[in-house]
């Protein structure tokens, strides 16, 4: 009976995808027929709020959905694993949590993906035409490996309990769901780094070399940014599905879970948020390597003031993120011990908010120009890269020690060298902390390229360094401790559970927003200086239209992913039910 439900649940997904696509390719051909053919420059109109606005709301759509659903699997997966080899339940019922929510959030993907599928070879048939001129074979592999991953995705899912006594067998599933997930990350990754910093190709857009076309600058590093944003993001829907859950709890049992679940999922986010930073620096590198005058289009000028914005958002983040840690610590037993520190924590993020904030230009009339010029004499120094990245990364340490501190906060060391390893910490945490600071002094007294190619990778790497020596020695430290209590799971104010859905909430608008930019470094190019845009919407939206759009996705977005969080409460009481009868 169990194999005839999996095989019913796999045919049920690739029959799903087929019809979603299939339906999307009628109604091109519908569309295609009513619509008036292309404009002199290859171009159709979609009507009341234009083509460009209609394709970034559905592409904008798609993209939230697939980070989440190429995300997601990735620590299902790793929670299944350590659920198996640790025989904890508890981590295993996390697992397939998670799995019921990426599971049903491909549906919505699909549709989302059908509909950009109809919508940009109907409304830029010129420019999709060069692209399937060039990158052809990687369309097709996309769909391939797509109708892959349904099938492995919805056999993993049906799966789930009648391998229960071959775990291993059912996480190689898994890890072939990620892998797949992960192949075409890199195919859309290698569609966008063309569009941006295109190679394999000649002046007049002749393809020359079609893997030069894929292995463009941005491909790598923009796949990874794109993959670790994703694990952030898919974590963080998790931690807001939990907080929702939690807060809708009728029990205590389910209140503990649903918080263990929360903290689980917003730990995952936040780890690998310590990662980006770096990455999208990488990414930055790249662009400016490809192209300088689009590094200074996306570093500043028109853009500049969207890094205040940006600064805003994540300093937002940060401060949900140490808020829900703070909290945190009073349902960890001797927690309290701890409280004293936080009140320095605070005050590191908050001058690392304001020094993140800080423009590097004002708005200045012609008079106070004269008196002072272009810049503020003491606050145009604080507004340039090299006091953002230091107080971004002193900011990050200061989110890691307060992670550093719940983990800890129930525990007492019983290894002989414990005074000795508090010590070490400490000196590690200034050490870092003080050389990181020097670096940033020492950036103003070196020239750009020095401090974009050499200083700030550096001060990445001694973050980066400094958090894994943290983390490695207290792991050794704290390893077979003294246990003072064990957490109160549960024991929340719900205020905690709305930092969380903050956090999710926040980071999404971020990503949305970011997007604009990265796609308006190519100004007024659909393949950057290869294929110009020539339609009306060739210009760049002022950036309070672009945060209309933006939080109009946004809000669809989560609109929509209610719907999957409600349909996974339905499937609850479903199997319930059906285990009763």
């Known amino acids: 009976m169990a194999g005839k439900d999996i095989k019913k649940g796999v045919i049920k997904g690739i029959l799903k995808l087929s019809l ?8 091109l051909f519908l569309l295609k027929s009513i619509v008036p053919g292309p404009t002199e420059d290859g171009y159709r109109f979609f009507p009341l709020i234009g083509s460009r606005v209609w394709v970034w709301i559905i592409a904008q759509l798609h993209l939230n959905f697939a980070a989440f659903v190429l995300g997601v699997p990735i620590f299902a997966v790793t929670m299944e694993f350590l659920g198996w080899r640790r025989t904890d339940e508890r981590l295993d019922r996390i697992a397939y949590d998670f799995t019921k929510l990426f599971t049903l959030a491909y549906t919505l993907t699909a549709i989302m993906g059908a509909i950009l599928m109809v919508s940009l070879p109907l409304l830029y048939p010129r420019f999709i035409g060069h692209m399937m001129k060039i990158l052809g074979p990687t369309w097709w592999a996309y769909i391939l490996f797509m109708y892959g991953e349904v099938f492995v ?18 996480v190689l599933i898994g890890v072939l769901l990620n892998v797949m997930g992960g192949i075409l990350l890199l195919v859309t990754s290698s569609w966008v780094g063309y569009m941006t910093t295109p190679g394999g190709v000649s002046e007049t857009g002749e393809l020359l070399n079609r893997w ?22 898919g974590a963080g829907i998790a931690a807001a599905y939990a907080a929702f859950r939690f807060i809708t709890a009728a029990t205590e049992d389910e209140k503990a879970y649903y ?20 990455i999208g620096y990488l990414l930055g590198v790249e662009i400016y390597s490809f192209n300088e005058q689009m590094g200074i289009q996306l570093m500043g000028g028109f853009y500049a003031w969207l890094w205040v914005m940006q600064a805003i958002l994540i300093g937002a983040i940060l401060f949900l993120v140490n808020y ?46 004269r008196r002072i010029g272009s810049y503020h004499p003491a606050l145009g120094k604080l507004g340039v890269m090299a006091s953002k990245n230091t107080a971004v990364i002193v900011s990050y340490m200061a989110t890691f020690i307060s992670f550093a501190i719940f983990r800890m906060s129930n525990k007492e060391p019983t290894v002989s060298w414990a005074r000795a390893g508090h010590i070490l910490r400490a000196l590690i945490i200034v050490v870092s902390s003080v050389v990181v600071l020097g670096i940033g002094v020492y950036s103003y007294m070196v020239p750009s390229v020095t401090r974009v190619r050499v200083l700030s990778p550096i ?4 973050f980066f360094l400094a958090i894994l020596a943290l983390y490695i020695l207290d792991s050794r430290m704290y390893k077979n ?72 996705v946004t809000l669809l977005f989560f609109f929509m992913i209610a719907s999957v969080f409600w349909s996974v409460m339905k499937l609850e009481k479903f199997s319930e039910k059906r285990r009763s009868d």
């Open 481 to 552: 401790a003294r246990i003072i209590g064990e957490p109160r799971w549960g024991k929340m104010p719900e205020r905690s559970q709305y930092a969380l859905i903050g956090i999710t909430v926040t980071f999404t608008w971020l990503m949305g927003m970011m997007g604009y930019m990265r796609s308006g470094g190519r100004m007024y190019w659909h393949v950057y200086g290869i294929m110009k845009d020539t339609s009306p919407d060739a210009y760049l939206p002022a950036h309070g239209v672009a945060a209309v759009i933006v939080t109009t």
């Open 153 to 170: 995705c919805y056999y993993y899912f049906y799966s789930w309990h009648r391998m229960k006594e071959r775990k291993g067998l059912h």
């Open 20 to 27: 979603i696509l299939g339906c999307g390719f009628v109604l």
């Open 212 to 233: 030069h076309a894929i292995n463009t600058y941005m491909w790598i590093p923009l796949s990874l940014h794109r993959l670790f944003a994703n694990v952030v993001f």
């Open 324 to 369: 829900y840690l703070w909290i945190s610590l009073n349902k960890m037993p001797g927690g309290e011990r701890y409280f004293r520190y936080v009140k320095f924590l605070f005050i590191v993020v908050f001058l690392g908010y304001i020094i993140w904030l800080t423009p590097h230009s004002v708005a200045l009339s012609l008079e106070e120009a």
């Open 459 to 462: 001060q990445f790497g001694i």
């Open 259 to 278: 918080d263990w679940m929360g903290y689980t999922s917003a730990m995952i986010s936040i780890g690998f948020s310590l990662i980006l930073p770096g």
